[in-house]
Every structure is written in structure tokens, then in C-alpha cells.
T-cell receptor
Framework: SQQGEEDPQALSIQEGENATMNCSYKTSINNLQWYRQNSGRGLVHLIL?????REKHSGRLRVTLDTSKKSSSLLITASRAADTASYFC??????????FGDGTTLTVKP | DSGVTQTPKHLITATGQRVTLRCSPRSGDLSVYWYQQSLDQGLQFLIQ???????AKGNILERFSAQQFPDLHSELNLSSLELGDSALYFCASSGAFSGNTIYFGEGSWLTVV
């Protein structure tokens, strides 16, 4: 079974709104990563947050990590139609292995 | 462009047949991963190789096998194909300096008819 579980499975918003996706996991992690996948394409790494970090920013992306709750969130601010994609979280362990969740499908309507 | 190259991009074959998918990792990356993505099962980890040796095994069927060669390229062999094997197969790689970050290829679309 997958380590990370994203919530919600699908999200539909209007352009300009913020999108928040959550990821929960079960075991201890070394880091957590978020990836984006456009339909039928390969996954693209967005951001990595280490277990000793609580928040990280990259452009319009903001990732938080709460290790006590074993959860992470990805916030996309001022969304654009081009942000329409599936977003996956992946938990990384100390051995360098990453385990992916099932993803959140985001639709941004123009 | 992630630097990971997969061939072929598309493949249509009949049930019972065997196919080989090929992957060239990013330059210098020693780890190669194979994933299967289908509509009903999501992204499934199949297998990981590190510098030619099998490192981790996921939900890989016995009909499937993989290997990593001395030049670090990898092949995924799928045999006795069934309709349910139709999926997008991804290769990914990572290196000593990329931490847990994995770089994905664009995938090989396999359709079994």
C-alpha cells in the first residue's frame, strides 16, 4: 500500500483562487516531496521539505509539514488554468526510497 | 526535460507477447526506478536498481523482470502480456546529490490488445 495519501482526490477551482492539497503518511520520514503530473506526461519534482523543516516556499507554492500529525499540505496561490494537473506527494526515507501517494487531480477553470 | 530517456514512447502489442522497455537515466545517476501507472491502480512502484544491483522491489509481477546494465541503462521486460498490463510505464532516476528527488522520464505507453 502507498505511504502517502492525498486529500482530496479531486479539486476544482476557479482561476485566481488558492488550491490546497493535503498528504498524510504513516511512518517516520526523512523528507517529503511534491510532484506534478500533466495528463499523460512524466512526474515533475516541485519541492522537497525535510523532516526538520516546517514550511517551504517556491514561487506560488507553499508547503507545510507537521511531523507530529504526519501530514503535509501544498498550497498553490493565485491558481492559473495551466496549474491543472495531478499532484502527488512522496515520502522519502533514510535509505533514499520514495513512496508515492495516489495523487490529487486539480482542475483550474479559466 | 528531466534528462531521463525512455523508449519506445508508444507500443501496441497482442496478449501473450513479450516487450522490452528501455531507459537511460540522467547522466551520473546510479539509481533507476520503474513505475506502472494505470487508471485503476494509480502509480505503482515496481522495482529499483542501484549501480547494477536490485535494491528494492515493489508490486512487480513474476511475468515482469528488469535489469540495469554496466552503462547504467535499464530495461524492463514484460512477458505473457495480458490486457490488464496496458498502462503507462515510467522510468525514473536519482543520484547521490539529488537526495530523495526522483527525475521521471516521459513514460512508455503500452497498449495490449
Amino acid at each position: 500500500s502507498q505511504q502517502g495519501e492525498e486529500d482530496p482526490q479531486a479539486l476544482s477551482i476557479q482561476e485566481g483562487e488558492n488550491a490546497t492539497m493535503n498528504c498524510s503518511y504513516k511512518t517516520s520520514i526523512n523528507n517529503l516531496q511534491w510532484y506534478r503530473q500533466n495528463s499523460g506526461r512524466g512526474l515533475v519534482h516541485l519541492i522537497l521539505i525535510r523532516s526538520n523543516e516546517r514550511e517551504k516556499h517556491s514561487g506560488r507554492l507553499r508547503v507545510t509539514l507537521d511531523t507530529s500529525k504526519k501530514s503535509s499540505s501544498l498550497l498553490i496561490t493565485a491558481s492559473r488554468a495551466a496549474d491543472t494537473a495531478s499532484y502527488f506527494c512522496a515520502t522519502g526515507d533514510n535509505a533514499g526510497k520514495s513512496t508515492f501517494g495516489d495523487g490529487t487531480t486539480l482542475t483550474v477553470k479559466p | 526535460d528531466s534528462g531521463v530517456t525512455q523508449t519506445p514512447k508508444h507500443l501496441i502489442t497482442a496478449t501473450g507477447q513479450r516487450v522490452t522497455l528501455r531507459c537511460s537515466p540522467r547522466s551520473g545517476d546510479l539509481s533507476v526506478y520503474w513505475y506502472q501507472q494505470s487508471l485503476d491502480q494509480g502509480l505503482q512502484f515496481l522495482i529499483q536498481y542501484y549501480n547494477g544491483e536490485e535494491r528494492a522491489k515493489g508490486n512487480i509481477l513474476e511475468r515482469f523482470s528488469a535489469q540495469q546494465f554496466p552503462d547504467l541503462h535499464s530495461e524492463l521486460n514484460l512477458s505473457s502480456l495480458e490486457l490488464g498490463d496496458s498502462a503507462l510505464y515510467f522510468c525514473a532516476s536519482s543520484g547521490a546529490f539529488s537526495g530523495n528527488t526522483i527525475y521521471f522520464g516521459e513514460g512508455s505507453w503500452l497498449t495490449v490488445v
